[in-house]
């Protein structure tokens, strides 16, 4: 084989000069350009990013409320806010009612006192003259129902009858009556047999009025001296 070996041609062809180089010199400019400006676009994203956006004071505005205003807008707001109320839940009735407790009895004042103690002398006077009484007209009666007494009881005076009636009549007044105090005043007529006849009566009240001749109904008087008699009686009632 023939060896072919390349030696460098002295001398462009035909009198050329010789081709120009692969890289140009602006190509190293650009290149150092175009690094410098992708790091500061980086730096500049990357400070962006970090550093939050801080708002611009010339956007801010402050406006002077007056407190008057400011506290009725408040108010206002409270008001508005509120929550609805809650709905009331029957409860069942399971409460078990209070033990009752007994007032103890008030004190007996002294004005009170007073009156129950003239009461029961009231009523101690009243058993003693209905007492008498008895005593009286059973001595009466004896004289009257004797065989020689016959002649006595129609010489009988008015007066020692009268006080005999008077007995009868009050055997039958009650001590205490529930309508209260009050007063009557009754005429009538006692037969001969000692029955009460012709009551007319009349009182502090109705009420006292017929009480009073509804206790000369249920008397039996004894039979008067000349076969009749007509008398009159007070009452008061307590």
Request: negative net charge; proline residues 11%.
């Amino acid at each position: 084989m023939t060896d072919v070996a390349y030696s460098p041609v002295e001398g462009g062809v035909g009198g050329d000069s010789a081709p120009p180089p692969v890289k140009p010199p602006w190509l190293r400019a650009a290149s150092l350009s175009g690094v410098v400006l992708a790091h500061a676009g980086v730096a500049f994203l990357l400070l962006k990013l970090a550093v939050p956006a801080i708002t611009s004071l010339e956007s801010i505005s402050m406006e002077l409320v007056p407190q008057g205003d400011f506290v009725e807008s408040q108010e206002v707001t409270a008001a508005e806010e509120e929550p609805p109320p809650p709905e009331e839940i029957e409860q069942p009735d399971l409460a078990i009612p209070p033990p009752q407790v007994m007032a103890p009895d008030a004190p007996v004042l002294p004005q009170q006192k007073e009156v129950v103690e003239q009461k029961k002398k009231k009523i101690v006077e009243r058993k003693r003259e209905i007492d008498h009484d008895k005593k009286r007209e059973a001595s009466a009666r004896r004289t009257i129902g004797a065989p020689e007494g016959q002649s006595q009881s129609n010489g009988m005076s008015q007066a020692a009858y009268k006080a005999l009636l008077a007995a009868a009549i009050r055997r039958h007044v009650p001590g205490t009556t529930a309508l209260g105090e009050g007063t009557a005043h009754c005429s009538f007529h006692v037969t001969a047999g000692g029955g009460i006849s012709g009551i007319a009566a009349s009182g502090s009240s109705p009420a006292h009025a017929a009480l009073a001749r509804q206790i000369l109904g249920s008397v039996h008087a004894p039979p008067p001296p000349g076969g009749g008699f007509h008398a009159s009686q007070s009452f008061h009632f307590h």
